[in-house]
């Protein structure tokens, strides 16, 4: 719990710093130059997706005749924005003409669509790509099988494991039958493709898709599901070292020997759309969006919360495009909204509120259409989340009401039921100044009387 409230008041700092940080995004994209070599002659990249570190143990004194090799790291969930970067990648080690493209995998599994993408994006690469399953303790779940299988090369460090790769989805519910055996068909076909074209074992691939089978580094190594188990990057493109593959223009045979190794760090531009194309985030923006507008109803021209709330529904907006969204969740989300709104106007002793409570989360819980956990709201977040937003709107609603009860302080009404003090010539005196008085009664000059109506510009008094 304590976790989900961080992470809401972290978004809200974050959407009021969104000015600063849109002028760094833009610095950054207008940063981009071509190649040039830095004071000590090695190279240095910039204006690319991903930042560029290069290692290299020895001096470059033949920069030219070494070849390159290129390091990725994918980490989490596989989606979008994992699908943009190793594109990014792939044409980045294109234009740099380089040997190898390593990509660094650990990951429980992610969206179809994504996937398919990647996989696709890799058999056409025209640059080698190894998908090596590190370090040791990383898993390639579900989508990364497919994606190792699609690879030109797949190694695995120790104490590492693939598998389980059986299609899932739905918005936590049933599949039937014929759908469910149309879904694991397709992928089946997908992955036997690329066993057959990267000669890997096709009855395991099969096995993993239909009965979600996971193995070991060992096993997978002995029954031809990966090429190499290797301890670390070293030692896996020493094995790597003259093998031969095929790309789009044909044949080639690695060249590694004294190979320089450039890792692609993640941009905080890809980190930070990572960020809110994870469900959790996905759903905290759309629900601060949804809080801020309705704020702002409730109290016209606070501006601040309308201003948050319409950036948040924006990159809210932006996440759900690249997330497999269940419509009927979403709806529910909107339908809780329209009630947080309608209790503005309808006097219903908090029950709309309630129900847009309640619509608020039965939304959070079907608004991701996949039946994996790891991908779907957590139920911290989802708790903390509709508690918060129920919480604040209760609290908007009653200091409206509150508000709307509370006696007038200015203008003619604000001056009824004030005390004022008789002064000469048929004058009183209030909130400093004089007014003329109407009144059956009479009064010494001194006494205190009572407003009980105001007749243009005279006071209707009696005695106090």
């Not at 608004?367 to 790891?374: E, G, K």
């Amino acid at each position: 719990m304590r976790t989900g409230h961080k992470i809401v008041l972290g978004l809200l700092t974050f959407l009021l710093l969104s000015p600063v940080i849109s002028f760094s995004i833009r610095s950054a994209l207008a940063a981009g130059t071509p190649d040039s070599p830095d004071s000590t002659g090695s190279p240095v990249l910039t204006g690319t997706a991903d930042s560029i570190i290069e290692f290299d143990s020895q001096a470059s004194t033949e920069p030219i005749s070494r070849p390159i090799v290129y390091t990725i790291t994918i980490e989490g969930a596989i989606g979008t924005v994992t699908n943009d970067r190793i594109d990014a990648a792939i044409e980045l080690a294109d234009e740099e003409e380089a040997e190898l493209l390593v990509i660094f995998l650990d990951t429980p599994g992610g969206f179809t669509k994504p996937t398919w993408a990647i996989c696709k994006s890799i058999l056409n690469s025209p640059v080698p790509v190894c998908m090596y399953i590190a370090p040791s303790g990383a898993r390639a779940g579900s989508a990364g099988v497919y994606m190792t299988y699609a690879s030109h090369f797949a190694a695995m460090a120790p104490s590492t494991n693939i598998g389980a790769a059986h299609p899932v989805a739905g918005g936590g519910e049933e599949i039937d039958s014929m759908m469910n055996e149309k879904i694991t068909n397709d992928a089946v076909a997908q992955i036997k493709a690329a066993a057959a074209k990267r000669n890997r074992n096709a009855e395991w691939a099969e096995q993993a898709v239909r009965e979600s089978v996971s193995i070991t580094d060992v096993e997978a190594l002995e029954m031809n599901v990966i090429d190499v188990r290797a301890d670390d990057l070293d030692d896996l493109l020493a094995q790597l070292d003259g093998c031969e593959t095929d790309v789009p223009l044909g044949d080639i045979v690695l060249k590694l020997e004294n190979a320089r190794t450039r890792v692609i760090e993640t941009s905080w531009i890809h980190t930070f759309l990572a960020l809110i194309t994870t469900p959790d985030i996905a759903f905290i923006l759309f629900s601060i969006g949804s809080l801020g507008i309705v704020l702002e109803l409730y109290n016209p021209g606070a501006i601040l919360p309308g201003v948050v709330g319409a950036i948040s529904l924006i990159l809210a907006f932006y996440a759900f495009q690249t997330l497999p969204i269940n419509y009927a969740g979403l709806a529910l989300i909107i339908v809780g909204i329209i009630l947080f709104i309608a209790e503005i106007k309808v006097v219903s002793h908090g029950l709309l509120s309630i129900g847009g409570i309640i619509a608020l989360f039965l939304g959070g819980i079907m608004l991701i259409d996949t039946v994996d956990p790891s991908l779907k709201i957590s139920w911290s977040i989802l708790i903390t989340v509709v508690v918060c937003v129920g919480g604040a709107l209760m609290l908007a609603g009653w200091l409206v009401l509150k508000a709307s009860r509370r006696r007038p302080f200015i203008g003619h009404e604000g001056m009824i039921g004030k005390i004022a003090t008789v002064k000469r010539n048929g004058l009183v005196y209030v909130d400093g100044a004089l007014w003329k008085m109407k009144s059956a009664e009479t009064f010494a000059e001194g006494d205190e009387v009572e407003v009980v109506a105001v007749d243009k510009m005279v006071l209707k008094v009696r005695r106090s």
